[in-house]
């Protein structure tokens, strides 16, 4: 989503781009990222750790490749300042299961935003979102394991 060269940036038209970026994003536009993310920015979820555009652009070019037609909803958003906390769902195919179901993972996001050169952009992506619960429970032979040690913890 291109920035228009009149209009004055602020957080609040920094997550009106970072919404309809994460509601519309494809692969062709993880060429954008940098409308989105500050050059130094951080990154981490419950599998990745890193800093800078290059290394986010490959976490979702890797989503895009093992996933079947990924998208996000932003359910909720709270901006305070130039901090910004998100709900959302993630939906997704796992290819080769579950006859190409649609898979949920709900979960959510604090985002805090810098100014950069009269832009404000992401400096810091950190995602919330349970792996066991989201994830490993529905795979397989390793949900059935993660389903009764979660009965056996709740006992």
């Given amino acids: 989503m291109p920035l228009l060269e009149s209009m004055v940036d602020t957080p609040e038209t920094a997550l ?4 309809h970026f994460f509601e519309h994003m494809q692969p062709s536009d993880l060429a954008h990222l940098a409308n ?3 050059a130094d920015a951080q990154f981490k979820d419950p599998f990745n750790e890193v800093q800078g555009i290059p290394a986010i652009e490959r976490i979702f070019a890797h989503m895009f490749e093992a996933l079947h037609a990924p998208r996000f909803v932003i359910t909720t958003q709270v901006l305070q300042s130039s ?3 998100v709900t959302w769902d993630f939906l997704f195919g796992m290819p080769r299961m579950d006859n190409g179901a649609t898979q949920t993972i709900r979960g959510a996001t ?3 935003f810098r100014e ?3 832009v404000w952009r992401v400096a810091m992506h950190r995602d919330y979102w349970d792996a ?4 490993y429970e529905k795979l397989p032979v390793l949900g059935s394991l993660m389903r009764w040690l979660k009965q056996r ?3």
């Fill in 16 to 19: 009106q781009r970072l919404v």
């Fill in 116 to 118: 950069d050169a009269g």
């Fill in 83 to 85: 901090q910004c906390f």
């Fill in 132 to 135: 066991a619960e989201e994830l």
């Fill in 36 to 38: 989105i993310y500050t």
């Fill in 153 to 155: 913890a709740n006992s």
């Fill in 110 to 112: 604090h985002f805090v």
